[in-house]
């Protein structure tokens, strides 16, 4: 099971090791359980992707009953959540009674520069061992050894969290110019979903498909780009766009907005 949309990489894994996907659908609070026929679901419960979305704490204890029913596996992928803006976040489905049913994964390509690809996985303890004779096959050697002992060490000694907090400050401040520019400025063409982490804001377009294709072309005449993704739902074709902001100072976050209102004008939008 994989959610719709989501993260293009749950789809080309499956599909490697011979899996088939099934089509979960989402809503505002994220995937919607079912009694799913399936051993596997990929979901991202802290903050949905792309949306955004947050699951409630009803979702993952039926998330959870699920697996525990089908004797399945829960890949929780947490990629982005540590950049919290506001509020509190629930706790993740392996410490809400998933420890024998949840493979937990990160990464630090977020916090540390993207080059560095270190990630990590929390297993249950059956996992444990298979895991470990998989990472042999395939890869017999430590990768990033280097800069895993790096990061041991900017850990151990406090400079990670430090680290973190001045991150987190930054991406605070521009996330909440963002989120308050697009509203202000695009909303009448994007219904922006609500977030209160991570590193880019998500929104679902609310005209058509020429419309919005026609906002893309004049976009990308102006200069800016944005990330997207197509999906179905309530049975109708639905397009989303996403705009991630940690690279861009905050005058050219206005710029970017400036230029996307721009775009929308020349397409025959009105923002």
């Not at 151990?156 to 987190?168: P, S, T």
């Not at 989120?179 to 219904?191: A, I, T």
């Amino acid at each position: 099971m994989v959610e719709t949309p989501s993260y293009g990489g749950f789809r080309r894994a499956v599909r490697a090791a011979g899996g088939r996907c099934i089509d979960a659908p989402i809503d505002g609070e994220g995937i919607i359980p079912a009694a799913w026929d399936a051993r596997v679901l990929f979901v991202t419960p802290t903050r949905q992707f792309p949306t955004g979305a947050v699951l409630s704490l009803e979702r993952r204890q039926r998330l959870l009953e699920w697996a525990d029913a089908k004797g399945a596996v829960i890949i929780e992928d947490d990629y982005d959540s540590e950049f919290r803006h506001r509020g509190k976040s629930l706790e993740p489905l392996r410490v809400l009674g998933g420890e024998e049913r949840v493979v937990y994964v990160g990464s630090f390509t977020k916090s540390l520069l993207p080059p560095t690809r270190l990630g990590y996985a929390v297993l249950p303890p059956p996992l444990v061992e298979p895991f470990t004779r998989a990472q042999a096959l395939f890869e017999p050697f430590p990768v990033n050894l280097l800069e895993q002992k790096a990061l041991a060490a900017f850990m151990a000694g406090g400079a990670y969290e430090r680290h973190l907090r001045r991150m987190k400050r930054s991406y605070g401040r521009k996330f909440h110019l963002l989120s308050e520019l697009v509203k202000r400025e695009l909303g009448s063409l994007v219904d922006w979903t609500e977030s209160d982490a991570g590193l880019h804001l998500f929104g679902w377009w609310r005209g058509g498909e020429a419309e919005y294709r026609a906002f893309r072309s004049a976009g990308e005449a102006e200069g800016v780009r944005w990330s997207e993704t197509e999906a179905e739902l309530g049975g109708q074709r639905r397009f989303g766009l996403y705009l991630n902001f940690p690279h861009l100072t905050e005058e050219q976050i206005r710029e970017g907005v400036r230029r996307m209102v721009r775009g929308g004008e020349r397409s025959g939008q009105r923002s």
